[in-house]
C-alpha cells in the first residue's frame, strides 16, 4: 500500500515547477515532466500535480 500525496493540484500543463511553496521554508525549484502518465509528484515534497482533462493536448 502506498501513501497518498500530501497535495494534489491541477494543472493545464505537462511540465510544471515547483518550490514547495511557503518562501524560504520551501525547496529549490525543481521542474518536472509529466509524460504520458497525467501526473508527476515532487520529489521533494511529494505534491502530485494532475493534468486538468482536456488539457495538454495539441
Not at 493540484?9 to 525549484?29: F, Q, S
Not at 521542474?31 to 504520458?36: A, C, I, R, S, V
Amino acid at each position: 500500500m502506498t501513501p497518498e500525496a500530501p497535495e494534489v493540484i491541477a494543472v493545464e500543463d505537462t511540465r510544471v515547477a515547483c518550490d514547495g511553496g511557503g518562501g524560504a521554508l520551501g525547496h529549490p525549484k525543481v521542474y518536472l515532466e509529466m509524460g504520458d502518465a497525467g501526473f508527476v509528484e515532487c520529489p521533494y515534497c511529494d505534491r502530485r500535480y494532475v493534468l486538468t482533462p482536456g488539457a495538454g493536448a495539441p
